[in-house]
């Protein structure tokens, strides 16, 4: 029998082998996942996006338009933008208006635009159409403690918490309810406890910042609004929340800051603008107040009061040509406005002391000083000081050197 080479095998072997090999390490890759890509997750906002987006698609080829309308209208109310989210639930309860979820939806949407008749009449019918959801019911208790319907609300809020005893909303309305009724304390433990089962439940710390506030525990307010700034830092009604607080504190530069910070936000919000032209007229610091007085203007140019405390400032300002500009806006609607008319009048007597002699020197003094008139002056001789006696309070031992 002839003797095996071994060497002779090593071209069928050495393949064998090293297949082995590889096998082995791909098996041992992936045990440790190490040749699997990751997976990339998207945000919240870009899932929503792309969401819009398709519906959006599945819309304009007509399918499906009622439900397609619904979803869109769903991620707009999560977007706030409750206007666009208005208009697609129309649309879907247009297309089947025997839909309790739309109607539920609807309510919702009212509710935030603060349209509570639309929100009951809403949430009446989506409970009419079988709805039975511990959502409509937090709704329905929720709307009646706002329309002050207190009995009304607990009966809803009761019927919630049998259904979702976890359900963070379920805790805002029975604060909102205990707050009505004067049971401070209550309410705050109730909306703590809304925060600490739905951190994101903004309602919750807003009303927990007012209480505090109600309370003059201003610090607490002040620590609420950071936890909610924090969750929502581009909610301007946050920081127009803290610019009240430190108005209450006597802090108005520190309040202008904060009204800044929402109007920077919201460049159109009425109410920071207003606040922060009164604080700044406040303290003297009119050039605060200019810019958000010329942004209020241009939302509403008629605005008489607006009008008239732009020509106040600039006449603060030394600008008389601008204030009486806006002073004269005033008189040529109402000529007997007394502010603007008050304003004309201070200008004049400046306009006319700046031209009297007594501002400037004579031509030939070049120190820039007048001579005083002695014989118009009266002039009271200095009496020599008398000898005072300081009674010392012995208990106290006080020594006056």
Not at 96 to 111: C, M, P, T, V
Not at 164 to 185: E, R
Request: charged share 25%; hydrophobic share 35%; glycine share 4%.
């Amino acid at each position: 029998m002839p003797k095996t080479n071994f060497l002779s095998c090593g071209s069928f072997l050495l393949p064998a082998i090293f297949m082995v090999v590889v096998m082995a390490s791909c098996q041992n890759d992936a045990r440790h996942n190490t040749r699997i890509p990751p997976v990339v997750k998207k945000s919240k906002t870009q899932w929503q996006n792309d969401a819009l987006e398709s519906l959006t698609d599945l819309i304009s080829r007509s399918i499906d338009t009622d439900v397609n309308y619904y979803k869109r209208a769903r991620i707009f109310l999560d977007q706030e933008q409750y206007q666009e989210a208005l208009s697609d639930i129309n649309e879907a309860i247009y297309e089947q208006a025997n839909a309790g979820e739309y109607f539920l939806l609807r309510s919702k949407i009212n509710l935030e635009l603060d349209q509570i008749d639309n929100a009951l009449e809403d949430a009446e019918r989506a409970e009419a159409l079988q709805q039975t959801s511990p959502e409509l019911y937090i709704l329905l208790a929720d709307i009646y403690q706002t329309r002050k319907s207190f009995n009304k609300a607990t009966a809803y809020l009761n019927q919630a918490q049998k259904m979702a005893p976890y359900d963070g909303s379920v805790y805002y309305v029975k604060g909102m309810l205990l707050a009505h009724q004067g049971d401070s304390l209550g309410s705050l433990a109730s909306l703590n406890e809304a925060i600490n089962m739905n951190p994101r439940l903004l309602r919750a710390y807003e009303q927990s910042t007012i209480i505090h506030g109600k309370l003059n525990n201003y610090g607490q307010a002040l620590a609420y609004n950071n936890r909610a700034i924090a969750r929502f830092p581009a909610r301007s009604e946050l920081y127009f929340e803290r610019a009240e607080i430190y108005r209450y504190l006597s802090k108005p530069d520190t309040a202008i800051i904060f009204y800044k910070k929402a109007i920077s936000i919201n460049p159109k919000y009425t109410e920071a603008l207003k606040l922060l032209a009164e604080t700044g007229i406040s303290i003297q610091a009119y050039h605060e107040s200019l810019p958000a007085l010329e942004q209020l203007q241009r939302l509403s140019p008629g605005d008489k009061r607006t009008i008239t405390m732009l020509g106040y400032c600039f006449e603060k300002l030394g600008n008389f040509e601008k204030a009486k500009e806006y002073y004269g806006i005033i008189l040529a609607k109402t000529p007997t406005d007394q502010d603007a008319r008050y304003g004309m009048w201070r200008i004049r007597q400046k306009e006319n002391a700046y031209l009297t002699d007594s501002y400037f020197p004579a031509e030939d003094d070049q120190s820039g000083y007048k001579d005083l008139d002695t014989t118009r002056v009266k002039i009271n001789l200095l009496q020599p000081r008398g000898t005072t006696n300081i009674k010392v309070d012995s208990s106290r031992k006080a020594k006056i050197e």
